[in-house]
């Protein structure tokens, strides 16, 4: 998990509270992500970046925002926290492609929505 | 839609045994492929990479996987297990290939008996 790293490692919220998830990146790579992990279901893509100043949706954006903030740090933000947002959130980088081709992954935020 | 399929959710094999963890992905076109592992508590790692070149690949910590594009398949596998290599596993592929979208598999989680 080198060179990706994320705050807070683990969080508790009340419904409704809201929250930011903070990744870094020290790589130098264009591409970063923000996946969530439930059990059962692998990793579900939440938003990309491809590069700074832009943003997309993947698979299960709704309830959630990002920020691209620069080259380095992608932001994840929950509005108003619910249950069904309890899972483990994990950043992710992608290497420039070819022989560099992978995704590199920081440690994760653990998050308990009550 | 890709799709990356992992048979079994829970495989257990004992000390020195062979491991097989099973992998097909969706895609007529050949397209990157890749299997991370997952310690407790941790993030994504890779172990290795399939990028259209040499069809066997070996990774780290003695594991290996075989690209049939017949079977559509990248089952991976290591000749003896060890107990340390006791966590779980997720196939993922980049569709196409070398770009940012990459769809994981549910994760297969390996024990080894002692």
């Known amino acids: 998990n080198a060179g990706v790293t994320q705050t807070p490692k683990f969080q508790v919220l009340k419904t409704g509270q809201s929250m930011t998830l903070q990744c870094a990146q020290d790589?130098?790579?264009?591409?970063m992500y923000w996946y969530r992990q439930d059990p059962g279901m692998g990793l579900r893509l939440i938003y990309y970046s491809a590069s700074e100043g832009t943003t997309d949706k993947g698979e299960v954006p709704n309830g959630y925002n990002v920020s691209r903030l620069n080259k380095r740090e992608f932001s994840l933000r929950l509005e108003s926290a619910a249950p069904s947002q309890t899972s483990v959130y994990f950043c992710a980088e992608r290497g420039s492609g070819g022989a560099s081709e992978t995704q590199y992954f920081g440690p994760g935020t653990r998050l308990l929505v009550l | 839609a890709q799709s990356v399929t992992q048979l079994g959710s829970h495989v257990s094999v004992s000390e020195g045994a062979l491991v097989l963890l099973r992998c097909n992905y969706s895609s007529s076109v050949p397209p990157y492929l890749f299997w991370y592992v997952q310690y407790p508590n941790q993030g994504l790692q890779l172990l290795l990479k399939y990028t259209s070149a040499a069809t066997l690949v070996k990774g780290i910590n003695g594991f290996e996987a075989e690209f049939k594009k017949s079977e559509t398949s990248f089952h991976l596998t290591k000749p003896s297990a060890h107990m340390s290599d006791a966590a779980e596993y997720f196939c993922a592929v980049s569709d196409p290939p070398g770009t940012y979208k990459y769809i994981f598999g549910t994760g297969t989680r390996l024990k080894v008996l002692a």
């Open positions: 790589m130098n790579h264009n591409s």
